[in-house]
Nanobody, 127 residues
């Protein structure tokens, strides 16, 4: 079992960058696929990016592809989301999620696929 904890959110101008981190407690972090989701006010939670347990598989929402990069460091029990060329529509609370998976390259783009969630970190992009 892991408990994700997000950090790195904040206020940034359009066109700027932020890097979110998600530290997950537990000795078996490398057995978990990880994902980032976001929820803007008045909108449903949506998928942003996902990464397999070994980092060899990734998936991105079309809206962030080529701007965001997900990565992980299993030695540090941490997954990252590098966000570049930020837009006001990226403003949201960003959540990190984890799911225990047997497959090394499995990635999950659906929120229903994750059992463990962090509390979220606010990202605000000003125009």
């Amino acid at each position: 079992q892991v408990q994700p904890v997000e950090s790195g959110g904040g206020l940034v101008q359009a066109g700027g960058s932020l890097r979110l981190s998600c530290a997950a407690s537990g000795r078996t972090f490398s057995s978990y696929a990880m994902g980032w989701f976001r929820q803007a006010p008045g909108k449903e939670r949506e998928f942003v990016a996902a990464i397999s347990r070994n980092g060899g598989g990734t998936d991105y929402a079309a809206s962030v592809k080529d701007r965001f990069t997900i990565s992980r460091d299993n030695a540090k029990n941490t997954v990252y989301l590098q966000m570049n060329s930020l837009k006001p529509e990226d403003t949201a609370v960003y959540y990190c999620a984890a799911e225990f998976v047997p497959g090394y390259y499995s990635v999950y783009a659906r929120a229903e696929g994750y059992h463990y969630w962090g509390q979220g970190t606010q990202v605000t992009v000003s125009s």
